[in-house]
């Protein structure tokens, strides 16, 4: 906001102008529909070199006053400066209006049609003057106070839009960032299975580079939509594809139960969370034995998803794992979702259990 120089002078002196132009029409309508002699002579007196005189240097006058007034206060207020500058401040300018007050007064003095020109008892002379001269400076005093106050809103705005964009845009480098830590986490552990699948060379192995191909151009696909969605039947394709890679590398001895319900159609949610839960559980999972499969289960009910993914634990040594993956997904969920998500996670002894609710996708 400006400390000085908030109203420019041809600003100024065009509202002076405006009010001025607007008193006199309104006077001068006003005193043209009274019809009796004593405002028939004020008509007249309207239209006299003395009286326009008067009403011009009165228009210089509030100009200049309305300038320097409106700018001053102005820096005073964005200064926050204390009480005794505007008490002083107002003091000047009252003296200042007082004297202009006077010099019109005496260099323009009323006349009666000729008569000479009536002074008024000193009293009422400094009585008038001086509450006029407080009005002006009054007035100047509320205008600079209601437009201060108009600039700090303006200015709040400014400042909580910034704020908001800032914090926009860091939520997106972080969802970027954080998606970004999701695709070479999957993509290790893929290729090392391909790695090892190669070793002895396997016919299979052109399927599993193949999936793997779909999978990764899933991943990297920037047309997932403006808000970093994808499409729901295109998440679940890519749990099959995840799957059907790790049946590969088990020689389809894997045992896993998919079950998929409801209407998939214009449903969408933020890509690869679905994938890395299901990817965790084969990471960490017993899927050998016919008696503990893996479950896999989603349901959609119209804007509603529940997807349930539960695993028997490896007995013996654990892969490391960093849990990057599902701090990941929290984190994603949060930025997409906010409140209208649960993700629980059940740590059993000899289970691991995720269930996901969102309740708008």
Request: charge should be positive.
């Amino acid at each position: 906001m400006q400390a000085s120089k908030r109203y420019t002078l041809l600003k100024v002196f065009l509202v002076v102008l405006a009010v001025n132009l607007l008193l006199f029409i309104v006077g001068f309508l006003v005193i043209t529909f009274l019809q009796t002699s004593e405002f028939k002579d004020n008509n007249r007196r309207m239209l006299t070199a003395t009286y326009l005189g008067k009403e011009l240097f009165g228009l210089i006058f509030q100009t200049i006053f309305y300038y320097f007034s409106l700018n001053y206060f102005n820096r005073l207020m964005v200064k926050k400066s204390r009480a005794f500058y505007y008490i002083r401040a107002a003091g000047v300018m009252i003296i200042g209006c007082f004297g202009y007050y006077a010099a019109r007064h005496f260099l323009f003095p009323e006349n009666s049609g000729g008569e000479k020109a009536t002074i008024p008892q000193p009293a009422i002379f400094i009585f008038s003057y001086t509450v006029s001269s407080i009005f002006l400076t009054g007035v100047s005093i509320l205008l600079a106070y209601l437009n201060n106050l108009r600039d700090e809103k303006k200015e709040r705005k400014i400042l909580e839009a910034q704020k908001m964009q800032l914090e926009v845009d860091k939520s997106q480098a972080n969802f970027k960032f954080l998606k970004s830590q999701i695709n070479p986490h999957f993509l290790h552990n893929t290729l090392n299975f391909l790695y090892a699948k190669s070793l002895p060379y396997s016919a299979e192995l052109s399927e599993g580079i193949l999936t793997l191909s779909d999978i990764m151009r899933y991943a990297l696909n920037e047309a997932t939509g403006t808000d970093d969605k994808a499409p729901l039947k295109d998440e679940i394709e890519h749990v099959r594809n995840v799957i059907k890679i790790n049946q590969l590398r088990f020689s389809n001895n894997l045992n896993v139960n998919f079950e998929v319900n409801g209407v998939l159609n214009g449903a969408q949610i933020i890509p690869f969370v679905l994938i890395t839960i299901v990817e965790n559980a084969f990471k960490h999972g017993d899927l050998q034995r016919p008696e503990h499969p893996i479950e896999i289960k989603l349901s959609v009910d119209h804007d509603r998803l529940y997807f349930y993914c539960r695993n028997k634990k490896k007995s013996g040594p654990k892969e490391i794992s960093t849990g990057l993956g599902l701090d990941n997904i929290r984190n994603r969920l949060d930025f997409a979702y906010g409140s209208n998500y649960k993700l629980q996670i059940k740590d059993e002894a000899d289970f691991y259990t995720t269930e996901l609710t969102i309740d708008k996708l």
